[in-house]
């Protein structure tokens, strides 16, 4: 489906949601569930790992928010992390910190001193973050 055709859809499953329709959507589109599901659940071979609203399952990651972080030292980026207290997970070959709190990019550069930090990128917990939780969860 092109992007025209997919927002034309989403706008069709918003407009039945407003007339109090049911609409049970099945998609590894994980911003497409997270955008428009009151109610979300998380399938894994085959087997329903977790069910609940946003809220609920964004209660699953240990953080509050997270950081994608860069370093010239990614190795010693991940040790100060972890000595500090925050929670670290590798996505797609980068490394994120969970963080308990929300920091500005200042406090958490200065957290992270003496690194030498390339970039910060503070966000919400995703639903691909939740789910990636589940399921690292599961297989170890």
Do not use: N
């Given at each position: 489906?092109?992007?025209?055709?997919?927002?034309?859809?989403?706008?069709?499953?918003?407009?039945?949601?407003?007339?109090?329709?049911?609409?049970?959507?099945?998609?590894?589109?994980?911003?497409?569930?997270?955008?428009?599901?009151?109610?979300?659940?998380?399938?894994?071979?085959?087997?329903?790992?977790?069910?609940?609203?946003?809220d609920e399952l964004r209660a699953i990651v240990p953080a509050v928010e997270?950081?994608?972080?860069?370093?010239?030292?990614?190795?010693?980026?991940?040790?100060?992390?972890?000595?500090?207290?925050?929670?670290?997970?590798?996505?797609?070959?980068?490394?994120t910190l969970l963080l308990p709190e929300r920091f500005t990019i200042r406090?958490?550069?200065?957290?992270?001193?003496?690194?030498?930090?390339?970039?910060?990128?503070?966000?919400?917990?995703?639903?691909?973050?939740?789910?990636?939780?589940?399921?690292?969860?599961?297989?170890?």
């Open positions: 489906m092109d992007v025209e055709a997919r927002f034309q859809m989403w706008e069709s499953i918003r407009a039945l949601k407003v007339e109090g329709v049911t609409v049970m959507l099945t998609t590894h589109l994980m911003d497409e569930a997270e955008t428009l599901c009151d109610r979300i659940a998380i399938l894994h071979e085959g087997k329903i790992e977790a069910l609940g609203t946003m997270m950081a994608e972080v860069e370093c010239s030292d990614m190795p010693a980026l991940k040790r100060r992390a972890e000595a500090i207290g925050f929670s670290t997970r590798v996505y797609a070959g980068r490394l406090d958490l550069i200065e957290r992270l001193a003496p690194l030498e930090i390339r970039s910060v990128r503070l966000r919400a917990v995703s639903l691909s973050d939740v789910f990636l939780e589940i399921i690292s969860t599961s297989i170890a």
